[in-house]
């Protein structure tokens, strides 16, 4: 069995399923049926298509980081630049292609959770261009920490609600939007801001984001006359990570993904739920949580908001429990020195998350040696990180 | 073998032999304090509840409206565990004969094993089990354990669920089958819909008597049993409208108790025909 064609029934091994009040049942069956449907339909390929390259920007660069490959002395590093994209991040190869999608279901309303506001904010766009009413829901302390993004979807049309239930960050907007499908089940389309979720969406937005792997094995071929030995992309839900691996699944290449380390796994705050969580259901999947002895699923820590998630996508606790990719961590401050690189050697501010994807790089790039090539994906760009680098850095030097 | 008769179904025989429909009560285990919970179960029980349902607290009860979330986050931020809510279980089982039915989240169930967590909820005095994210796509484990044990597990419909589907549903819920009134989450709701009603009479049609039917989701006045009962439904689930009073009573043990024994008599002459 090839692992490209994975998901059976639904399930990644036994990861993923359908674990969700009765309501949503026919809801998801309808979404399966008109993604597949879609997925079939040339002019739907064709109008997608169209919207990548003329409105998003696709397809995106790969670039040889040759100042910060010779500064490392290892392998060569490639940077596949999704930070390209318009709305700045990876997130809009999924908006786009739901968006659309909802339109062709004749659906009035979408909704959509975000964290930092990365995804809120690749919806309203999305939903803009193409004329389809938006809500956002976003944890009320996340909306404090991120009022210039409350403000950027307000701007795109979107109306914003707060949720103060719970720990008031991404998880809870997640329950607050299934709470809102349940009651609006009919009229609305729940647009899912990565590859977590019941199925449909695991499979349904990996296969919107593999366009990124596409793209990657085509621009290797041209600039390296092949595949590369290792690719590297950091793991929240793990959308642009997983992206970047389907094309290459059953190809020889290592696969990395990156979690956030946060303080350190041993200090408990942290994102990293391969690395050091456990099996669980949550929002509609059977996948790693990282959660308490008795089941309670755990507050997280990232420097990147956009990898500060208590669960990860079941694909990748699938190619987990088979091997197939190796997940690692990098911390705050990993993520944070890498930034700082990045910046320096190459005139590129990534966004925080890939920036734990490229302190990974950095690390192996060495091991890895001269005579090999290092794809990392540069999932999003750093500007929204300026001042959380900048407040970290003045506390940093305080501390030493 | 013939299984004995588990008692939630005995509850439902007695009812039918009294020309009575069952009034089924929520709390949420450890809301507003673990002991307190105890009492409040106490009073919906001698206000005239027939079957208890017990809420575990989950720290994402995505089925939930405001009032149940707040209430399980009290709950869990006073400590409350699994292990605590069964106790708490097992402590009402001890001064009363009345059918418990746990309710909570796969998460809670599938991290204490499944195959530890039945029979464990057994041993303690549960007698049926519900949860609101389990699909019976999901449920083949659950469905062979709780059989192994005598624990009934209860499935959920709602009224966008297919005639076929429900027909499936129904023959492999236990206990009774629970039908979500409302395209919505739990919580006190002033006024329902025809839908409402069109899904119990169809539900009731499609189930050919195999479970009894609940209906639950938002129910509060006698008015609301009383139609329901009369489109068709066994049974009415009854849970924010008591915690609300748990919440308006503001810490005044005596009216929240006086409020709750009631609200669940009123609520009782409501499924005995007598308003
Ligand atoms: C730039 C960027 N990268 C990565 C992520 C993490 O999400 P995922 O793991 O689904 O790619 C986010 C989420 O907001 C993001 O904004």
Redesign the pocket.
Known sequence: MRLKHYPIDGKFGRFGGRYVPETLIPALEELERAYIDAREDKDFKRELDYYLKHYAGRPTQLYYARNLSNAIGGASIYLKR??LLHG????INNTIGQALLAKRMGKERVIAE???G??GVATAMACAALGLKCEIYMGSKDAERQRLNVFRMELLGAKVNKVDSGSQTLKDAINEALRDWITNVKNTYYLL????GPHPYPMM?RDF?SVIGREIRKQCMNMLGGMPDAIV???????????TFHEFLDSKVDLYGVEAGGHGLASNTHSATLCAGSEGVLHGMLTYLLQDEHGQVMDTHSI????D?PGV?PEHAYLKSIGRVKYVNATDDEAIDAFMSLAKYEGIIP?L??AHALAYTMKIAREYGKDSSIVVTI???GDKDVEVVQRYLVERSTKR | MSRRENPIDRRFRELVAKGEHALIGYIVAGYPDEHTSIEVARAMIDGGVDILEIGIPFSDPIADGPTIQRASYKALSKGITPRKALEIARSIRGSYDVPLVAMTYFNIVYRQGVDRFIPLAKDNGIDGLIVPDLTYEEADDVIRIAHIHDMDLIFLVAPNTSDERLNRVASVSKGFLYLVSVYGTTGERDIFYEYTLDAIRRTKGLIMGRVPLAVGFGISKKEHARVMINAGADAIVVGSAFINIIEKSNGSRDIMLKGIRELAHELKQATRGLV
Request: net charge negative.
């Open positions: 999704e930070d700045g991040a990876h997130k975000t964290g930092a990365q995804h801001g990565s590859v977590v937005v984001q992309a950091c793991v929240g839900g793990g959308s642009n990570a997983m992206g990147a908001a956009g990898l998630y996508g966004a998350e890939p999932s999003g760009r």
